[in-house]
Structures are given as structure tokens and as C-alpha cells.
């Protein structure tokens, strides 16, 4: 069975796995609440599954991509692999468009190697694969570490030609400036000198997928419980309020007790702001969206919509359901459901240029290479973000 085929069948399976959870849902029973329970990790399961063949055809399309099967390719290899040789303190590099730096620390002024453009493609197509944080936030490319902007806010005391750093007499908006830093983040291929010459050898596809891997790991751990000090502020980190509707730095909250229905859903919806809702979506990891699969209004409409089509996510009062796995469980006092607009409210920075270290103590015939990124991220204008906590 090709993959393909495994999508597909796995797509049908999940169809079925929500058609069962709603039959025992209907039956409201003791038995039935034990059977709902083994049918929600069983949708669990799949849809991790399901995500896992994806990813298999974007690596594999990736890894073919990066073979060696044109000239532009070739030529771009063969830079590769000059590149990572001559990578060594305090050599002079080839091609011209490198510049050298002498190996360091990972501080914001690190040593080490400029990488060329097509590296730092290579590598940016490979964290897709297992981090989906550059699709749902607002991306910022920068050739510094420091990005300064001042935001305002949407809000009724927005009045034409006023303009100060808070609600002030004369119904001034609220305006804040933001700083975000992008921190250095790395991750790690070890290859030997065997390797590096062999004409055959996927060198690019490789260690973009070495390097992907950590800092996707990384960045999305990060996005959910980054401790906004060299990592990025995590949404769960994040202060909230219950009163301050056009705070910036905050996030308003919503508390709720154990979820039976979608009261609370339909109440976060209306708590957010109109100019946010044209691109607004619901926030949660896969075991919430399981949980919420089988209620239902007074009426017995399912008000958690199913995707129609592989690829489309499915929809919460017409509003699509996007993941981010390291968001915690529903439970008292855990922040997992988000709602609003997020490439509004949170921005990510990215500085251009990323380096290659060069790890001299490991022993022959092997060689760590540290590629080294640059990547910060934080809250700028929280009114664009609603949080569910369980009480």
C-alpha cells in the first residue's frame, strides 16, 4: 500500500472513529462514557498517525527535491560540501560570498560561518515538517536581533488624530512599543569525512533534516511554555486578565468549568473583537479536540465540524481548528483552548543570516556541525487573543 493510500484510509478511519464517538455520545450511559473514552484515544492515535504519513510525504518530497538531479543543484552541493570541510577555526573560506568568523559561543555576536542563501532554504523547508509555527504566526525577517515596533490597539476609544501610551482624557487608543529579541537556537548534524565525499551522498538533505528537526522541536515547545527570557514568551507563560479588554501585553481570559458543552466556546467567540475575526481560529492540541468532538447544543447539533477534505482542518462554529501539540490537556486551571487571530497577536523574528559551527573536540572520522539560527517571539497585541481556562 503506498502512502497515499495509508492517508487516505487513514482519513476514513478518523471519519468512522467520529461517526462511533457520537453514536455513544447519543446513548448518554455509564458504559457509554467508558467506551467514549477508548474511542477519543483511538481518534488520538489516528490523527497522530495521519500527521505522520503527511510529514512522510513532505520529507519525501523534500529529500528528492534536494538530490542531486540538476545543475543549479550539483553546483550548490558541491558548495555544500566545500563549505562544511572548510568550515574550521580561523580558515579562510570559498566561495567569496561566505564570510569567515572564528568558532565562539552562541551569544548574539557567535562565531562561526555564514551559511549561503540555498542552506538556509534548504533547512527553512525542513522545519515545516515538524513545526508549523512560521504558518500560523506573523513572520518577521530582519538582518538584526532586535525588532522595535509601536502597536496600537483596536478599541472604542480609538478617536481620530489622538495618539499616546494609554487611555488618557479625550479618549487617546492604547499604543505600546514592543521589543523582541531573535536568540540564537542550533541544531546538530554529525557526519564523516567519508561522507562528505561521496558523490552519491544527499548531503543537503541530510543535514537540513538533522538540523530541522531539534530547533522544530525546539520552536514549538517554545511557542506553547517559553519563558520569554532566551526563549520564546509561550502563550501558556503569557499574563491574563479578566477586565482589560484592550490590553496589548495581556491576554483576556475566559474561565469555565469541566467542558459539557459549548456555552464557553460561543462565549470566547463573542469576546473578541470584530477587526480580529476575519482570520480568527480556534488553538488546542489533539486530545482537546478529541474531547470536544461529542458535545452537542440543547437542540443535538454538533457544533465541532469534521474536515471534508484531506488537508482542510475541521471547524468550531464556522471557525477552523488549528493545532499546536504542546498546549496542555483540558484539565483545572490549564490553558488549552486559544481563540482569535494569532498572526495578529503574536509576532516571530527571524534574522537572516545563520552560522555553522564546528564542534573540534569530537574525535575522527566523525564531525558535529552546530547550525546556528537566530529566532525570537512574544505577544504584541494580546487583544487579538482569548484564552479558556478551566476553573
Not at 450511559?29 to 467508558?34: G, I, N, P, V
Not at 515545516?128 to 504566526?137: A, E, K, L, S
Not at 573540534?360 to 564531525?367: A, R
Request: net charge neutral; with cysteine.
Amino acid at each position: 500500500m503506498s502512502i497515499q493510500d495509508e492517508i487516505k484510509t487513514n482519513f476514513e478511519k478518523q471519519e468512522e472513529l467520529v461517526k462511533a464517538l457520537r453514536k455513544e455520545a447519543d446513548k448518554n450511559t455509564l458504559a457509554s462514557k467508558d467506551a467514549l473514552e477508548l474511542i477519543k484515544k483511538d481518534i488520538v492515535l489516528n490523527s497522530t498517525a495521519l500527521e505522520s504519513l503527511q510529514k512522510k510525504v513532505a520529507r519525501a518530497d523534500f529529500l528528492k527535491a534536494s538530490e542531486p538531479n540538476s545543475t543549479l543543484v550539483l553546483e550548490e552541493k558541491e558548495k555544500t560540501v566545500k563549505f562544511l570541510k572548510d568550515s574550521t577555526k580561523g580558515q579562510t573560506l570559498t566561495p567569496a560570498e561566505i564570510t569567515n568568523k572564528l568558532y565562539n559561543t552562541d551569544s548574539a555576536g557567535a562565531g562561526g560561518n555564514y551559511v549561503t542563501p540555498f542552506i538556509d532554504t534548504m533547512v527553512d523547508k525542513a522545519i515545516r515538517q515538524y513545526t508549523n509555527i512560521f504558518d500560523i504566526c506573523k513572520v518577521v525577517s530582519m538582518g538584526g536581533t532586535e525588532y522595535l515596533k509601536t502597536v496600537r490597539s483596536l478599541g472604542s476609544q480609538a478617536k481620530r488624530g489622538k495618539f499616546s501610551s494609554s487611555v488618557g482624557v479625550g479618549g487617546e487608543s492604547v499604543a505600546s512599543k514592543v521589543t523582541i529579541k531573535a536568540n540564537a537556537i542550533s541544531g546538530r548534524f554529525e557526519v564523516s569525512d567519508e561522507l562528505l565525499s561521496d558523490s552519491h551522498y544527499n548531503i543537503m538533505g541530510e543535514f537540513a533534516d538533522d538540523v530541522s528537526m531539534e530547533i522544530g522541536e525546539i520552536l514549538g515547545n517554545e511557542l506553547a511554555n517559553g519563558n520569554d527570557g532566551t526563549e520564546l514568551q509561550g502563550l501558556t507563560t503569557i499574563s491574563n486578565t479578566t477586565t482589560d479588554k484592550l490590553s496589548l501585553s495581556k491576554i483576556e481570559s475566559l474561565g469555565h468549568d469541566a467542558l459539557t458543552n459549548f456555552d464557553p466556546l460561543i462565549s470566547v467567540v463573542q469576546l473578541l473583537r470584530q477587526g480580529y475575526l476575519n482570520d480568527a481560529c480556534f488553538y488546542m492540541n489533539r486530545k482537546t479536540e478529541a474531547d470536544i468532538m461529542a458535545l452537542k447544543n440543547t437542540e443535538g447539533r454538533y457544533y465541532w465540524q469534521p474536515s471534508l477534505t484531506a488537508g482542510t482542518p475541521a471547524s468550531i462554529l464556522g471557525y477552523p481548528v488549528k493545532k499546536i501539540h504542546e498546549l496542555p490537556n483540558l484539565g483545572s486551571g490549564n490553558k488549552a483552548i486559544f481563540f482569535g487571530s494569532l498572526p495578529m497577536a503574536y509576532t516571530v523574528v527571524r534574522r537572516a543570516m545563520s552560522r555553522i559551527q564546528v564542534d573540534e573536540i569530537t574525535e575522527f572520522p566523525s564531525k558535529i556541525y552546530k547550525y546556528v539560527t537566530y529566532v525570537g517571539g512574544a505577544l504584541v497585541k494580546g487583544q487579538a487573543l482569548k484564552v479558556l481556562i478551566q476553573k
